[in-house]
């Protein structure tokens, strides 16, 4: 799995010429797009199949600031996986491998009727992917 790579925009700088933190929240969401298209689940598919997954919670621990122009590099990982909620955690490093931040988030899987899904049963193809990428 390749990192995602967010390059710090002004815009998102304060006036003390830092990342301002809610922008990393936005960043764990571009990784989890880009980590979901990288094993082959992007969100048009899911989408496309009537599957929605809100987040129900997020989390950021920051280490050390970034700034403007400065690389960040994204590992997305599954923490935990049992088909009805997913969790994930981001380790966000600059281009010296310095940790800036790290993350967490959880996620449930809906139907477009809000309902909650029955992975294992009803996306068996979706559930072993998830279930397989789990690290702890």
Known sequence: ??????????????KMGI???SNYVRWMEEARV?????????????EEMGIVSPVLSVSCDYKKPT?????VNIMVSVKEFKGVKLFLAYEM????????????????FF??????????????E?????SGLVTE
């Open 126 to 130: 979706l559930f072993n992917t998830m």
């Open 34 to 46: 880009d980590f979901l298209s990288q094993i082959g689940w992007d969100f048009a598919k899911l």
């Open 93 to 108: 490093k600059n281009e010296n491998g310095d940790l800036v931040c790290l993350g967490t988030s959880s996620h449930a």
């Open 67 to 71: 700034v403007f122009s400065e690389k």
């Open 1 to 14: 799995m390749r990192p995602y790579v967010h390059s710090v925009q002004y815009y998102e700088t304060d």
């Open 111 to 124: 139907g477009t009727d809000g309902r909650p899904l029955r992975m294992k049963q009803d996306y068996p």
């Open 19 to 21: 990342t301002h933190h």
